[in-house]
């Protein structure tokens, strides 16, 4: 599943394309009807929290949460769709197409400010201000669930996935199975500073990098990470071996030497 870096250059992207255009706007796939409600307005803002994108309308707003089997695809080039395009948008010489996502769906601003109150705070909207780190201090500080939980909860901090989750705490000499309440404040504050950091230049670049020293695009894949992914493979600060385990369904990476 894309994390919150991933769908903040999509909308960054549409800003660039699309905004202020009147966009053409149908369903390929049959199953986003309402596609001709909004169809020929102008674009006025994209804009992304945690891992949703919002379409801003002048009649409402697209809603769209890729989930795991959800992306996008650009051309400059008019042809015919090619798979199962749920979404079509298209100005002059511009086309995204959207195929299999989780959501898409036309809300009103009452329904965005719904699912904007439901989430928590996003590292990067806007920009990782006090206010957003206040709210994700709170959110943890009186948690008695597991901090490896609780960065993956999309109430407690919009945009964190297993990437990002792994290696913020691993960063953060953190076990991931510290209770969130039992975390001390300054080591959440290193977290979330952390996080507004990295996801920037996940934007930036396009690419989860984790590794100081290794932080540019020019990384092979097997260099970017400390523990995801590395399991039964040596630490690369203390030589021990990175862990693998299950929480609440997703794979875990860490190490059980260097995060305690």
Known sequence: MPEGHSVRRIANRFNKDFKNSPIKITSPQGRFVDSTLISGQELIEANALGKQMFLHFESGT????????GKWSFSKLEKEPVGQVRARFQTEGLIADLRGPTICELIDQAGVQAVYDRLGPDPLWPDGDLKQLARFLERVSRSNSAIGQLLMDQSVIAGIGNVYRAELLFRAGLSPFTK?????????VGIWNDAVVLMALGVKTGLMLTRDGYLSAKVPRFERYQVYKREGLECRLCFGPVSIGLMQARKLYWCARCQK
């Open 180 to 188: 969130g309440k039992s975390v001390p404040q300054e080591v959440l």
């Open 62 to 69: 697209i809603r769209i949460h890729l989930g795991i089997f």
